[in-house]
């Protein structure tokens, strides 16, 4: 998360100084929802404002993951969430923040998950009133830097007249880099103190078990996930150094040696989520074609990118369409940027389903369904959203320039890419046995599950799961709180001799307690 909000300033980009890059990013994202059209209307001097607490919570949250002081670690978990949350309801960003959401989680601790609440659990415990306040002092700290420090940093000023806020960057590239280089190494070190830490903590616990056999299983268990993590953790060091030359220079060399033994593994890599703001001109936008006869052409819609105007932006989270992704980025910059797209040219041409597939799933859907286009041609057009007076338009657009000639099969030009791009088909392909049962049932389960849409498909499962764990909670046994009574009885005098002998109680211990006379 930390580079991830560096790599936005390193990279020089004027929308991100500026603090204008969300009057972009909702309309030139990869795939936009239909919140992304409402929130690209908002007010400029908002959108300058969420640039502002995009850099607070990427840049200056991220080290509070590893205060001890817990409030200041929940806080730092809730403005991750925050920033998670709507990164999710404006953009289609597959599982991606789901896993960020996942892997925050370990910021909390177990009284603040508990889902229920005991008697002993609710007592709040005594504090120290002398550590209380020095925890409240730092709180109290910690939040009037960070407050300075926005307001500072970037001129924050109300103008109560026009009831806006106006913001500006006030520092300049050379003394972020001067910042950068002060702070990256001590952020490495603040990880391997936790890191410390989290290992001591666990061998303490592993001296608490009983039992010999128990207590080699816990060793060998031990073990093998503190070599696993520690070794993780040194890997990931080298690319996270990137970000800041010289500290990359300085890094210990044995984590440059084992990160070189494992790179071809990416096990762990450098981060850098829109370093870059694209599409400031318009949105740039790959449209196929076909065509029967050379002259009449129909337009090739796709299941999620942008193509027919007067249709919205679709929800497809946490599905991750491979092919309309990878059309953002082929619009980009030419067609021999991306090789793959020849590939897809020819497959169109042959007619394959399953890459017909890739584009509707539906197949009575795609416009050459039932034979295949004899030409084939690609469009790049610029994409802006509709104005909020437009009625039934959520997207506006201009042609640009031709981005694939028309070809057909056989046509030279198309050869010539496939050659230069060593896609030429060599050999047939090899015909799979179906004799096996497990891929009969697979084949099977694909086919009947074909017609659904991948979205509907992976909502449908988590529904499922989630409706199987509310029935297991609902039917299931409810936790039984008898050992506070059972202590409680203990305590209380003994029941007067009426000739009843009263019925047996269970204690903590599970004996019977023998009754009382006077």
Request: glycine share 6%.
């Amino acid at each position: 998360m930390f580079a991830s909000g560096v790599v936005k300033l390193t990279s020089r980009c004027p929308a991100w100084w500026g603090l204008t890059a969300l009057t972009y990013h909702y309309e030139t994202q990869c795939l936009p929802t239909p919140a992304s059209w409402f929130a690209h209307h908002l007010p400029v001097w908002l959108h300058r404002l969420s640039v502002v607490a995009t850099f607070l919570i990427e840049v200056a949250v991220p080290p509070l993951f590893f205060t001890p002081v817990r409030r200041l670690r929940l806080a730092a978990f809730y403005c991750q969430v925050l920033l998670q949350v709507l990164i999710i309801i404006t953009g289609n960003y597959n599982f991606f923040n789901l896993l960020t959401l996942v892997l925050t989680t370990s910021l909390l601790d177990d009284r603040h998950l508990a889902a229920e609440c005991s008697k002993s659990h609710c007592k709040k415990t005594p504090t120290f009133w002398p550590k209380a306040l020095l925890t409240l002092l730092l709180e109290l700290a910690v939040g009037g830097l960070l407050a300075y420090g926005t307001v500072h940093y970037f001129d924050l000023e109300v103008d109560w007249e026009q009831h806006t806020v106006h913001s500006r960057t006030t520092f300049t590239f050379h003394q972020f880099s001067q910042w950068l280089k002060m702070v990256t190494l001590p952020t490495m070190w603040l990880g391997v103190a936790s890191l410390t830490w989290e290992l001591l903590t666990a061998l303490w616990r592993w001296t608490q078990v009983r039992g010999w056999l128990w207590k080699i299983w816990a060793a060998v268990q031990l073990s093998i996930f503190a070599t696993a993590t520690v070794a993780l953790f040194t890997i990931s060091l080298v690319p996270y150094s990137y970000m800041e030359p010289s500290t990359h220079g300085r890094l210990w060399t044995g984590a440059h040696r084992l990160f070189g033994a494992v790179e071809h593994l990416q096990l762990a890599n450098s981060y850098g989520l829109f370093r870059r703001m694209t599409g400031l001109g318009g949105r740039p936008e790959v449209v196929l074609e076909g065509s029967y006869d050379g002259h009449h052409w129909t337009e090739i819609e796709f299941m999620y990118k942008p193509g027919n105007v007067s249709r919205p932006p679709p929800i497809v989270v946490p599905h991750q369409p491979r092919l309309d992704w990878q059309m953002w980025f082929a619009a980009l910059g030419p067609h021999t940027h991306s090789p793959w797209f020849t590939s897809l040219v020819l497959c169109l041409l042959q007619g394959k389903e399953p890459v017909i597939r890739l584009i509707q799933n539906d197949v009575a859907r795609y416009p050459f369904h039932k034979q295949p286009p004899t030409f084939v041609r690609a469009q790049r057009y610029k994409y802006w959203f509709s104005q909020p007076g437009e009625q039934g338009q959520w997207w506006r657009r201009q042609w640009v320039e031709e981005f694939f000639p028309p070809v057909s099969l056989g046509d030279p030009t198309l050869d010539m890419l496939l050659r230069q791009f060593g896609l030429q088909d060599k050999s047939p392909p090899r015909t799979r046995s179906s004799s096996n049962t497990l891929a009969q049932a697979l084949h099977w389960v694909r086919r009947q599950l074909s017609p659904l849409e991948a979205p509907i498909l992976l909502w449908g499962l988590i529904f499922t799961v989630g409706a199987i764990r509310v029935m297991q909670a609902l039917l299931g046994p409810h936790p039984s709180w008898s050992p506070a009574p059972a202590r409680e009885e203990k305590h209380r005098p003994a029941p007067k001799d009426l000739g009843v002998a009263p019925a047996p109680t269970n204690s903590t211990s599970g004996s019977q307690t023998p009754r009382q006379r006077k």
